[in-house]
């Protein structure tokens, strides 16, 4: 028999107290078998109310039991995303996982993981990731600073009987032809809607390509020497100047890109570049938005891309991603998540839930039968083939990011809409520019 001492016993005695509820209580942490991995998803709050309540009652509860995780699902206005993701740098901490919009991934490449595997598998597995997605979340050289997510498309949202009332059999596919069924519209109290605030949809996806199409560019292909002071530029803000007073809702200035929704739905507003979600919602509550005529709005809205201009036609369509933070420390976690995100079978719930709200970045989708249920959709299916970058014709760097947070383009056209000379105005949004790309 071991001859113990009871100042050994009682030694041992304390040592596994303080391995048990002592040790818990002084560390103020739980065992690590009884820890559970953690993801703290930041994305906005989807124009598709039944996509976010899908991730919370489904799809949230379902990924936390497939991979033994716990998912931390938080939405906010999309304004407020690029905020939170500067807090989070600064600070060291916050969301493992922020969602990003165009090229907020050049801008804090030094900040983020590296998504180029996952990326490449799905890729390869559903046909290829467009171009520009490639170009909005990579770096060109393998590396992705964002996993692709998905295309907002931008076109216009109209009302086909009031344009019907006014001659315009379809809708107008140049600037000039625009301008004038505006204009007659405005004169029955249905002006055109557009804002030229600082929102992150909207107003660059209208104001970037309308400068396109006209000749307009920010810099050239080299991504340095700042072109914007040109006289199609010029021209274009002069053409805008008498678009915004002859046709357009003057309010838009202070609209975000929740506004022209509801001046649509409540019918004081005939046409304006967004999102399916207008004719999503009216789908969504076809009792509660009706025509003048009583009968359901739905049956009377239709798409149709931007005009085309002097030199040609463009889109600017909002590009999501997620980019995974490098001060994360559940990295693993996060990657493991964002894989299974987008495994078909779980991706395709998302991209059903928006009934063709969000465009796919990869090609497989582009021929999935959801397109072909309701025709007013139709035009949205190839937004992330169309769609054209900022900093055209340079890169969508860092820079040019730096110029769309900016909303120079944007302010540009707001500007000279409230009085000032388009020549100033140019020169203005010139200086910015310079400010970025040759400082």
């Keep these: 028999m071991v001859n113990t001492k009871r100042r050994s016993v009682l030694k041992l005695a304390g ?59 938080e939405t906010v206005n999309g304004n407020d995303l690029q905020p939170r993701i500067t807090a989070g740098i600064q600070s060291g ?17 030094n900040s983020v993981v590296d998504m180029g595997a996952l990326a490449e598998e799905v890729g390869k597995r559903e046909g290829g990731i467009y171009k520009y997605a490639q170009a ?28 019907d009332e006014v001659g315009a059999t379809k809708f107008p596919d140049t600037w000039e032809s625009y301008r004038e069924v505006a204009k007659k519209l405005k004169a029955k109290g249905r002006p055109f809607g557009q804002t030229l605030g600082h929102t992150f949809g ?5 104001t970037y390509p309308y400068m396109w199409s006209w000749g307009g560019k920010e810099v050239e292909a080299d991504g340095k020497t700042v072109v914007i002071n040109s006289k199609e530029t010029i021209e274009s803000v002069k053409f805008m100047t008498g678009l915004w007073k002859d046709g357009m809702d003057e ?11 509801r001046a649509f739905l409540s019918q004081t507003i005939s046409a304006t570049l967004n999102g399916a979600s207008i004719y999503i919602e009216s789908l969504r509550k076809p009792d509660q938005y009706k025509t003048e005529k009583g009968e359901p709005m739905n ?19 909002l590009l999501q991603s997620n980019m995974l933070m490098k001060y994360s420390k559940n990295q693993d976690a996060a990657k493991q998540f964002l894989s299974w995100l987008h495994q078909e079978a779980n991706y395709r719930k998302f991209f059903e839930s928006q009934k063709g709200f969000a465009t796919p970045c990869t090609v497989k989708w582009e021929s999935d039968k959801l ?35 900016k ?32 400082a």
């Design 15 to 73: 040592g596994t107290a303080l391995g048990g509820m002592a040790g818990i209580l002084a560390t103020g942490r739980t065992p690590a078998y009884a820890q559970q991995k953690a993801v703290h998803w930041l994305k906005w709050v989807d124009f598709v109310p039944a996509t976010d309540q899908m991730f919370r009652r489904e799809m949230v509860p379902q990924a936390e039991k497939e991979l033994g995780i716990k998912v931390n699902l």
């Design 93 to 109: 901490a916050g969301p493992d996982i922020i969602m990003s919009f165009n090229s907020y991934t050049h801008l804090y490449a």
């Design 136 to 163: 909005i979340c990579s770096n060109g050289k393998g590396v992705y600073m964002g996993m692709p997510w998905a295309v907002i498309g931008g076109m216009i949202a109209y009302r086909k009987s009031w344009l």
């Design 202 to 206: 909207d107003a660059p996806g209208f």
């Design 251 to 261: 309010g838009g200035l202070a609209w975000d890109d929740t506004n022209n929704n």
């Design 299 to 317: 049956k009377d809205i239709l798409h149709a891309p931007l005009p085309k201009g002097p030199a040609g036609q463009f889109g600017f369509h």
């Design 371 to 405: 397109w072909d249920v309701d025709p007013v959709m139709t035009p949205y299916k190839v937004a992330a083939k169309l769609g054209q970058a900022p900093g055209y014709a340079g890169p969508p760097d860092a820079k040019a990011q730096e110029g769309l947070s």
């Design 407 to 438: 909303y120079i383009i944007t302010d540009m056209y707001a500007k000279a809409v409230q009085g000032m000379p388009a020549e100033e105005s140019v020169k203005w949004a010139e200086s910015e520019l310079k400010k970025i790309y040759v």
